[in-house]
């Protein structure tokens, strides 16, 4: 675990946030760039394993700016020098905590309500040419306030076709998380995973055709069955 007991970072108002506390702390969330840790008041604190560059910063604190309904609302873009405040360094965000529910079994019309939502975030910074690399199933949680992308800091503007981009990431990951829910019902009507996958391959759930055949059915789970 990164000692970060000679850290220091400092918040867009250059307020400096002591990191002893974090040094033995187990965290939240990681990856490879960089873990996530409970921070107060129903917050986390993202601490990056390598400071980022003034792209970044200003990148983040645009995306900050923006308050996308669908993605994690970002409260302070966080720097490692006081007076070069855009050496990225991290962030203070909301903390979201998931629910135990999963797609199939909630009502169609919330699905397709909530994966449109997704959809008009990655459109919406698209607009911006910011493409979101890291989007992943490890990135989206399905909480109170509906489906959520958190955690994501990887951004891209110099992707061609950049919402072609996001609009992928979107159906590829809402793919990945209906796959990875499929044992808590199809194993025990015994169908198997590739009967899934190929539901999924041919039937694209951010397609405004596809989505009106599903909102014929009472839940996703519903119109598997019936049309599978």
Known sequence: MRDYSNLK????????????????KKPIGYGCGGKAYKYRCGKVIKLLTDVGTPEQY??????????????????????SDRYLIKCYAGSISKYYKAKNKDLW??????VVKEINKLMGTASELAK???????????????????????????????????EDYNLFRIKRTID???????????????????EVQHALTFNDFTD????????KHKRPIDWFYKEN
């Open 9 to 24: 970072v400092y918040t867009e108002s250059g307020d400096e946030i002591g990191l002893t506390r974090y040094k033995f």
């Open 58 to 79: 200003d990148l983040m604190q645009e995306i900050k700016n923006l308050k996308l309904n669908g993605i994690y609302k970002l409260e302070n873009i966080l720097s």
């Open 105 to 110: 079994m909630m009502s169609s019309s919330y």
């Open 128 to 162: 911006r040419k910011i493409a979101i690399v890291d989007l992943n199933i490890g990135n989206v949680l399905i909480t109170n306030e509906g489906l959520i992308i958190i955690d994501t800091d990887d951004y891209d503007r110099s992707i061609d076709d950049c």
């Open 176 to 194: 990945e998380v209906l796959d990875s829910q499929y044992f808590e019902h199809f194993r025990v009507e015994n169908h198997n995973e590739f």
């Open 208 to 215: 405004e055709s596809f989505q009106r055949r599903l909102l």
